[in-house]
């Protein structure tokens, strides 16, 4: 008996007690490549020394002090963020569904501040966004939100890069209408891309309308699909922007980012944390930024992510139980043609971590520190366990 709660029954039968760089180690010491990252999350890695370099001498200094004082290490981590995202204003949370629900009292602000009393947020269909309950009514799964009515009202979903539907709630609601949130790849979703018509027309209809444009960029930020952000892919600007688990590569640590018009809305006592940008998770989070810079990280998952994704093609192309490759840089995603599960589970035994979503769609977020003589390594053990499954 314990008391931890069963939040987790399904977990895989493994536990690890070490990592370095795509590498997890069990408590036998046997070796597992991990293509998951944390979902996310460690893209520079497990035990990357920069990061523990800094970990260790910020803790020896100082770990927290509250936003009661000022916090001098949030000062250039803002800054970097607001160079790389081109936004302009930047603040803290402490994971990607609280920056977004930060994002989501911004909009409710700036509703109000235009005299809209009952806004409206159009979201997408299968869109993931957070487990808080504003996060969890913004998103779009009927499943997740299941026995947690009533739901945050305010929310309309429409399924992800259908434009007629889009105009058709624009023609009917646009008075109430206040932004449009969107993930630029849907993660959970099933590793589904925008199409590049649906977010410019989202893009137009929100500077027509001056809505707020909304991109959570919490698993496709910060590098993981070839650019910094994955918006920069489309060459369209957000006004709000969120981030968080690759950002602390582990540190739980999250960012909400504002341009224009959604700049200053949260004023004094409109928002608040008490751990949100401590000098240690800023700290952690300006050297996981330095890394990526100086290493040409980016550019680096975007060569690694082609021809990891070539490698898939030629190796499962023509694989009977493909049904779809999808996604961009290292946020890739193989569609069978059935549900599957279990099939982390067949990967332990060939000693690779990746993870299922959507039911039958693996998902391959491996670190972005990724080299050429792994993405072999992935492909073959990746197949493998596709053989082995029923
Ligand atoms: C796109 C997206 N938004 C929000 C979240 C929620 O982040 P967190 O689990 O840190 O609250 C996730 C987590 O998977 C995500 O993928």
């Not at 039968?13 to 998951?36: M, Q």
């Amino acid at each position: 008996m314990t008391a931890l709660m069963p939040i987790y029954p399904n977990r895989l039968p493994i536990s690890f007690t070490r990592g370095d760089g795509v590498w997890l180690f069990d408590e036998k010491n046997t070796a597992y490549l991990d293509a998951l990252s944390g979902i996310a999350v460690c893209g520079l890695g497990h035990a990357h020394p920069a990061v523990t370099k800094t970990l260790c001498d910020q803790a020896e200094k100082l770990l927290h002090t509250s936003n009661t004082y000022h916090v001098p290490e949030q000062v250039p981590l803002a800054d970097t963020l607001a160079r790389l995202s081109g936004m302009d204003e930047v603040f803290y949370a402490n994971s990607g569904a609280e920056a977004n629900e930060a994002a989501l009292k911004l909009a409710r602000l700036y509703a109000h501040q235009r005299g809209i009393d009952r806004p409206l947020l159009i979201t997408m269909e299968k869109s993931f966004h957070g487990r808080t309950m504003g996060t969890l009514s913004a998103s779009g799964s009927a499943r997740l939100q299941q026995g947690f009515e009533p739901l945050l009202e305010g929310f309309v979903h429409i399924p992800f890069n259908d434009l007629s539907a889009l105009k058709r709630v624009i023609a009917t609601q646009s008075d109430r209408i206040i932004g449009i949130m969107l993930e630029p790849i849907q993660g959970d979703g099933g590793i589904r891309e925008v199409n590049a018509d649906f977010f410019e027309a989202i893009r137009y209809y929100c500077d027509e309308h001056d809505w707020l444009l909304i991109a959570d960029e919490i698993q496709t930020g910060l590098g993981r699909t070839g650019a910094w952000f994955a918006y920069q892919h489309y060459g369209i600007l957000p006004d709000i922007v969120t981030v968080a688990k690759t950002l602390g590569n582990g540190f739980p640590i999250g960012a909400y980012l504002t341009r224009g018009k959604a700049n200053g809305l949260f004023t004094v006592g409109k928002h608040g944390s008490t751990f949100a940008g401590s000098p240690l998770g800023c700290a952690v989070a300006l050297t996981v930024l330095e890394t990526l810079e100086k290493q040409s990280l980016v550019a680096h998952a975007q060569q690694m992510g082609t021809q990891l994704m070539q490698t898939l093609q030629e190796k499962l192309g023509q694989h009977p139980r493909i049904v779809a490759l999808r996604g961009k840089g290292l946020m890739i995603g193989i569609e069978l043609d059935r549900p599957c599960r279990e099939l982390p589970k067949i990967g332990l035994q060939h000693r690779l971590l990746f993870n299922v979503v959507s039911d039958r769609t693996i998902r391959l977020l491996p670190a972005l520190i990724l080299q050429e003589e792994h993405l072999d390594l992935i492909v073959s053990r990746l197949t493998a366990a596709i053989n082995e499954l029923e």
